[in-house]
């Protein structure tokens, strides 16, 4: 009998701490749902805009080509070029959208929470041609651009714009703007700002794109 009673006594503690656990997991899973909640909320959150003026160049030189008795020739005719300058002026916005934000994306280790956000996104919300400010130089020989070639090279300078957004920062200005918009909410329900983690994917390769513009919600479409 003085045996049985501390194994019962031991049986009680452990059903109580199982159930305390099953209490403390299931307080967790709803916290987590709750946050999961109140992030989709904020829908697309945007976090930085940049203005960016370019000006795009094009020189387009005429060759003379061709072969005599089998000789090929390349001969650029000095009289037969001609050049223009278009400036332009690009606002790029960056955003983080919570559409696919799940409980995948939260991790919960005590007091401590990790959360990792959805890639940023880049969408051009405005651009503008000063056509009061292109200068073309046409020699005697050649005609002025077509207003078909100057609008290929406006969306080439636009391209080339895009190409450089890794080095301009952007994306880097999203992350953490994203991140410093959700720390407070997490502060309001309660987690200590030294125990919030926030990251992005490491993988996130953005000289690619398709991986991080938006080509559906720009004004210019590539």
């Given at each position: 009998?003085k045996?049985?009673?501390?194994l019962?006594?031991?049986?009680?503690?452990?059903?109580?701490?199982?159930?305390k656990?099953?209490?403390?997991?299931?307080?967790?899973?709803k916290?987590?749902?709750?946050?999961v909640?109140r992030?989709?909320?904020q829908?697309?959150?945007?976090?930085?805009?940049?203005?960016?003026h370019?000006?795009?160049?094009?020189d387009?030189?005429?060759h003379?080509?061709?072969?005599?008795?089998g000789?090929?020739?390349?001969q650029?005719?000095?009289?037969g070029?001609?050049?223009?300058?278009?400036p332009?002026?690009?606002?790029?916005?960056?955003?983080?959208?919570?559409?696919?934000f799940?409980?995948?994306?939260?991790?919960?280790?005590?007091?401590?929470?990790?959360i990792?956000?959805?890639?940023?996104?880049?969408?051009?919300?405005?651009?503008?041609?000063?056509?009061?400010?292109?200068r073309?130089?046409?020699?005697?020989f050649?005609?002025?651009?077509s207003?078909?070639?100057?609008?290929?090279f406006?969306?080439?300078g636009v391209?080339?714009?895009?190409?450089?957004?890794?080095q301009?920062?952007?994306?880097?200005t999203?992350r953490?703007?994203?991140?410093q918009?959700?720390?407070?909410?997490?502060?309001?329900?309660?987690?200590?700002e030294?125990?919030?983690?926030i990251?992005?994917?490491?993988?996130?390769d953005a000289?690619?794109?398709?991986?991080?513009?938006d080509n559906?919600?720009s004004?210019i479409?590539?």
């Open positions: 009998m045996r049985i009673l501390p019962l006594a031991m049986l009680i503690l452990m059903a109580c701490s199982g159930h656990k099953g209490e403390a997991d299931s307080q967790a899973k916290d987590s749902i709750n946050l909640l992030i989709s909320r829908n697309r959150l945007y976090t930085a805009e940049y203005q960016v370019k000006i795009v160049t094009h387009d030189l005429l003379l080509k061709g072969s005599i008795l000789f090929e020739y390349d650029k005719i000095s009289l070029d001609r050049k223009v300058a278009i332009i002026d690009v606002t790029l916005k960056s955003y983080v959208d919570f559409a696919n799940t409980e995948r994306n939260v991790e919960r280790s005590g007091d401590f929470i990790h990792t956000l959805p890639d940023p996104r880049i969408v051009i919300t405005a651009s503008k041609v000063d056509h009061e400010g292109i073309q130089y046409t020699s005697l050649r005609s002025n651009y207003d078909s070639e100057l609008t290929d406006t969306r080439q391209e080339s714009i895009l190409e450089q957004i890794p301009m920062g952007i994306l880097t999203a953490e703007s994203a991140a918009t959700l720390i407070p909410l997490l502060t309001e329900m309660g987690y200590d030294d125990h919030i983690v990251t992005f994917r490491e993988d996130l000289s690619k794109r398709h991986e991080i513009y559906e919600g004004v479409k590539l």
